[in-house]
Nanobody
């Protein structure tokens, strides 16, 4: 069992930055690939970024590549998403999730544990 809690969302102007955190409880956090997804108003949930259990490999959606950076600290059971050069189209609820080994990290159906999400609003 893994419990996830996101934080760090808020209101920011276009071009600004935010750093999201996802704190996990549970003994198996360090064995999971972790993913960030987002769901904008009236949109389907979409993949944003993922990081392998070791932190050696990271993956990004094309829409955020070069602007967002994912990282993790297994000693703190926390995964981060640094978001720079934010755009109004980044406005969404951001959720973190665990991805079991061998599953597709870009597919939300692969994820087994989810946080409640944190709202990010980017004004123009």
């Amino acid at each position: 069992q893994v419990h996830l809690v996101e934080s760090g969302g808020g209101l920011v102007q276009a071009g600004g930055s935010l750093r999201l955190s996802c704190a996990a409880s549970g003994r198996t956090f360090s064995s999971y690939t972790m993913g960030w997804f987002r769901q904008g108003p009236g949109k389907e949930r979409e993949f944003v970024s993922a990081i392998t259990w070791s932190g050696r490999r990271t993956y990004y959606a094309d829409s955020v590549k070069g602007r967002f950076t994912i990282s993790r600290d297994n000693a703190k059971n926390t995964v981060y998403l640094q978001m720079n050069s934010l755009k109004p189209e980044d406005t969404a609820v951001y959720l973190c999730a665990t991805v079991p080994p061998g599953r597709s990290f870009t597919d939300e159906r692969s994820c087994d544990y989810w946080g409640q999400g944190t709202q990010v609003t980017v004004s123009s």
